[in-house]
């Protein structure tokens, strides 16, 4: 279903099955019998949105041995690597004690971008006096909670959901839901800026400078926009046909000429860093295969900080 302007979705179709499917990826990682990355709450949140493709994907029934994606090693490796990132960063922001970069006592202020199900809320070990937003589509958020609730899930800090549409006024709603621009934030828009036009793009991250203290942080993907076209749209199209979804991601990306998210949030004012992919892959221990390589091109993890004399 190609993306309209104004379009809407839940977590069964469009750009919200595709969270649905990182999280499936990330049930299936933590079932395997040493696992890379532990997110408990993941495979109920799959099954209870019910996306048959997704069910499957966590239980590894889609997975190709040998195929340079849908291999389930390849696929776990893929989503530990992702996963950490993030789950990295928000330690390295809070200063948990497991980091060695922390400044003072630690940023206690988080924003989840585009939440869909990600489960940090309740899985991180934050630390007391730690405030975490998720900022998503009312029906995500709502799904979210009442599934977790269930569950007998409780969040790990204080948690404020924040139900509104990127493309309306988020930030009068996430202040309206007591952040305070005031303080420091930890920020994390995963997998969210290839879903947006290249305009949006550039307001997003504006909007998130207006809204950060000196020293706030922000973790998101650096994109290759030459690797989304090509072999690479080939055989993204390919594995949405081989996992069964009636969603093919190419359908759902924005693929114009764009800047930069690390050039854009550098000319305002952020010291921002991309960490290859390859390089992650390392960091963990994992090969990289070089046909994914040239796929991916120049795509990496971003991570930046608001300079202290803004």
Not at 7 to 25: F, I, K, Q
Not at 175 to 187: E, H, K, M, S
Not at 253 to 274: C, I, M, N, P
Request: charged share 25%.
């Amino acid at each position: 279903m190609t993306r309209t302007e104004g379009d809407s979705w839940d977590l069964a179709n469009s750009v919200g099955a595709t969270a649905t499917g990182v999280a499936a990826s990330r049930a299936l990682a933590t079932k395997q019998p040493e696992p890379l990355i532990d997110d408990p709450f993941a495979d109920a949140l799959v099954r209870a949105v019910g996306l048959e493709h997704s069910i499957r994907l966590a239980d590894g029934d889609v997975c190709v041995e040998g195929d340079l994606m849908l291999d389930k090693q390849r696929m776990c490796e893929q989503i530990a690597v992702r996963t950490r990132f993030f789950d990295d960063f928000f330690a390295t922001a809070v200063g948990d004690g497991n980091s060695t970069t922390a400044v003072g006592d630690g940023i206690r202020q988080a924003v989840i971008l585009a939440s869909g199900l990600d489960t940090r809320a309740y899985r991180l070990d934050w630390p007391a006096g730690s405030v975490v937003f998720e900022v998503d589509q009312p029906a995500v958020l709502e799904f979210k909670t009442r599934t977790l609730t269930g569950l007998g899930a409780e969040p790990a800090a204080e948690l404020h959901t924040v139900p509104v549409d990127l493309r309306d006024d988020w930030p009068k709603a996430l202040r309206d839901n007591g952040f305070d621009p005031q303080a420091p934030t930890a920020w994390i828009a995963e997998g969210l800026l290839i879903y947006l036009p290249p305009e949006a793009q550039d307001r997003l991250l504006d909007n998130i400078t207006a809204l950060s203290a000196p020293g706030s942080r922000l973790a998101t993907e650096h994109m290759d926009a030459a690797s989304l076209t090509g072999k690479w749209s080939e055989r993204v199209t390919e594995w949405s046909k081989k996992v069964g979804s009636d969603v093919d991601l190419m359908d759902l990306f924005y693929s114009g000429e764009r800047t930069a998210a690390r050039d854009h949030l550098t000319a305002l004012g952020w010291d921002a860093t991309v960490q290859p992919t390859r390089a992650a892959y390392e960091s963990h221990g994992f090969p990289y295969p070089d046909e994914l390589a040239d796929l991916a091109g120049d795509s990496g993890y971003l991570s930046a900080i608001l300079n202290t004399s803004n």
